[in-house]
């Protein structure tokens, strides 16, 4: 609320500045272009307009009582001069030139007297010397410059009691979507802790039970490591295309028996590639079984190969031909892409990751690679039986 009255007060201080100042400068211009008052009243008139367009620029920043005092002492003494220092047959001219000034300059200040008596009793004198001076020169109550002036000051004071009343109840309103914001986050935080602390006592009773049903020693390590194993040839089973398939309840098996047909696996792979793009062919051997860790890195080290036919060499085929004797499989990945020079190409960007490499090499296997430029790519795959 504090911050919200300092805002207020800080907009009605400027709007002040802002509808005097203006009408000040409006009724200069029409007191000089009347030519209706003698020289020595009008320059003394101007000196108090000028000493008021100040007062009201001090105002609009430090909204102190002595500058609307000033204000309205310098502007009644500029209608004196104006109305008094000029001829009675043109003193209706005049009056009807200091409207502005006398409905707007002189009244600016009554939107920001909130809080000072006496800014507003100085402010409300003010007015009413205004409209008897305008009432006296321009013959009666009746008359035009008095109907004007009595309008301003009727129109300043409606926006003063407006503004006056809103503000409050617009910031009482921001208050009350602020203490409803704050209840919101209060019970979230609330369902937070209330959340976090069922979490830690599941995570502590699941911590007991598995404490208690492993004696009070838990998962061995040697138990983690088997899991952790097997969990990384599932991994790479899937990533090769296989499919998991169901064998009971609760048990998933990606092949049938510790030594898997190349047949099938292959086929899995030339799918995959052939979603993507790539038809791979086929030559050679049609089903040749391999342990499980060599059929691992031979599929990778194979998917790894048509993987770059299908970024690099810039064609839509390649041919996988597998031959085999009784120790080793040997795979050719041949396509009649753009090729290279291996001269020019260093070791690390050759398109084998060293992961791959490294674990046929593992098993006992090794990859060879063959390519120039224009003539396409051969990658030679070893793996033992």
């Not at 409300?124 to 409209?131: C, R």
């Not at 086929?267 to 995959?272: I, Y």
């Not at 990778?300 to 839509?316: D, F, I, P, S, T």
């Amino acid at each position: 609320m504090d911050f919200i009255a300092q805002e207020r007060d800080r907009l009605l201080r400027s709007t002040t500045r802002v509808v005097g100042v203006t009408c000040a400068l409006v009724s200069v211009v029409g007191i000089v272009a009347s030519l209706a008052v003698p020289l020595v009243p009008l320059l003394g008139a101007l000196a108090c307009i000028a000493v008021l367009i100040a007062a009201l620029l001090v105002f609009g920043t430090n909204g102190s009582t002595w500058w609307t005092a000033l204000a309205l002492a310098s502007g009644l003494g500029a209608l004196a001069l104006l109305l008094f220092g000029s001829d009675p047959d043109v003193r209706a001219v005049v009056a009807s030139a200091v409207v502005p000034l006398a409905a707007g300059s002189l009244s600016a200040p009554l939107m920001a007297q909130r809080g000072a008596p006496v800014g507003l009793a100085m402010t409300i004198v003010a007015g009413v010397l205004a409209v008897s001076a305008v009432v006296w020169a321009s013959g009666g109550p009746l008359s035009g410059p008095t109907a004007g002036v009595v309008l301003g000051w009727v129109l300043v004071a409606v926006v003063a009691v407006w503004i006056a009343r809103s503000i409050p109840r617009v910031a009482r309103r921001i208050q009350s979507i602020g203490t409803a914001h704050r209840a919101e986050r209060q019970a979230s935080e609330t369902e937070a802790q209330r959340r976090q602390g069922a979490r830690l006592l599941h995570d502590t009773v699941l911590a007991t039970l598995t404490l208690l049903a492993h004696s009070g020693v838990g998962v061995s390590e040697q138990a983690m490591r088997e899991q952790a194993a097997e969990d990384a040839r599932l991994l790479r089973h899937l990533r090769l295309g296989a499919t998991p398939q169901p064998q009971q309840s609760g048990d998933y098996s990606l092949t049938r028996v510790e030594e898997s047909p190349l047949g099938q696996t292959l086929e899995s792979v030339k799918q995959r590639f052939g979603r993507m793009g790539l038809e791979v062919s086929w030559h050679g051997t049609g089903q040749v079984l391999l342990p499980s860790n060599v059929l691992d890195a031979f599929l990778l080290a194979l998917g790894e190969c048509l993987e770059n036919v299908r970024r690099h060499a810039g064609v839509g085929e390649a041919h996988v031909t597998i031959v085999h004797d009784q120790e080793t499989v040997r795979a050719m990945v041949t396509d009649a892409g753009v090729g290279f020079d291996l001269e020019a190409v260093s070791a690390e960007r050759l398109g084998f990751k060293e992961s791959v490499v490294n674990r046929l090499r593992e098993v006992g296997g090794d990859a060879k690679l063959f390519s120039a430029p224009g003539s396409g790519t051969t990658v030679v795959l070893e793996a033992p039986r």
